[in-house]
């Protein structure tokens, strides 16, 4: 006796910046959305509340997104305010892609877990280093939990081999190790580099 199809799992895309991480959760997106299925995307948002926005790659390309506060948002918004998600509800997504979530919190764990039980395809895109080269946050708890993980490189600024960190710059020079995540009013980039040219000041 066949089982009905379970498309539920948890897909995992990392990398540093300007890997194409966006770049392809859009591909992997706009190909659920193109089969006609229901495709729900969230991201942080920068500001205070949540609004319609979208995901968007360096390169230019996007899709319609919900910009949310942390993972109690999302739980909200799946489930209609204030209700808790109904466990293989009917009117849940067939596929929820979020964007940098690196900077939700660890409530994103459990709930994309019950979605991924569910039997939601659950496609996700973030840093998995801080700019430290350090393993960011939670994400290594999601790296572990997926089905499939990718990592992409993108091209080091210095040499072109494949970079794999997130090099900080504050006022053109390497930021140290302790240099506040958030620094007001200073003037900050980013570069992506390789191991050899990545650096941290003590
Ligand atoms: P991510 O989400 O990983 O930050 P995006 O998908 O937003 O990456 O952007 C990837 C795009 O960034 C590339 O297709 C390319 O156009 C651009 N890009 C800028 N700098 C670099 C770099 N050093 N290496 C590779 N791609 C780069």
Do not use: W
């Amino acid at each position: 006796l066949k089982s009905p199809y379970h498309g539920g799992h948890l897909e995992v895309i990392v990398g540093p910046m300007f890997s194409g991480k966006s770049e392809e959760l859009i591909r992997r997106l706009t190909r659920s959305v193109i089969a006609r299925q229901n495709v729900q995307v969230f991201k942080p948002a920068l500001d205070d509340r949540y609004h319609e926005s979208a995901v968007a790659s360096h390169a230019g390309r996007s899709v319609r997104a919900v910009a949310v506060r942390g993972a109690a948002e999302i739980r909200a918004h799946l489930s209609g305010e204030g209700t808790l998600l109904p466990s293989g509800s009917a009117d849940l997504p067939d596929v929820v892609g979020i964007d940098e979530v690196q900077f939700m919190d660890p409530a994103l764990v459990p709930l994309v877990l019950e979605l991924a039980d569910a039997g939601v395809r659950v496609i996700l895109a973030g840093l998995d280093l801080d700019f430290r080269a350090e393993p960011f946050g939670f994400i290594p708890e999601l790296l572990a939990r997926a089905e499939t993980v990718e990592k992409l490189t993108a091209i080091c600024t210095v040499c072109g081999a494949p970079a794999t960190r997130s090099q900080r710059l504050i006022g053109g020079e390497p930021a140290r190790f302790d240099d506040p995540v958030v620094l007001v009013g200073a003037q900050e980039s980013y570069e992506a580099r390789c191991r050899v040219h990545h650096v941290v000041r003590p």
